[in-house]
């Protein structure tokens, strides 16, 4: 199982076109959940509210700007061995203003997709869509290239 955690809601219809597409794909592989987290204009208070949301037993990935740089080869393999250990897999998308340095300590692993900065629900569509291209490359099929 994958989960997103990730901070409000999507407004625009063609980011959530993108994100439900991208979800029907990856649920023909393995279950996968979105939860939307009530965004804040408080950090602290999106710090309990992921913390809250979190699973002990989840392997976690905070998308974090300076987190490790990855390609998609490289992160289907991450997702493919840490299925061996873990039953679920959590990405953790923060707010605009990042998450504390409370969420940065209690993850697994910190992710970063680029240098840029992105709009939040376009990256999401950003995220399924590698989860998508990891997954059809661990069970090595087209799409890849």
Known sequence: MIEVICLGKIKEEYLKDLISDYTKRINKYLKLTVKELPDSQNILDEEASIIKAL???SYKILLDINGKKLNSVELSNLIDKTFIS?????????GSDGVTDKIKSIVDYRLSFSDFTFPHGLFRGVLLEQIYRSL?????ESYHK
């Open 55 to 57: 699973d002990n037993k």
């Open 86 to 94: 873990y039953p679920k897999i959590t990405f953790i998308i923060g």
């Open 136 to 140: 059809k490359i661990i069970n090595h």
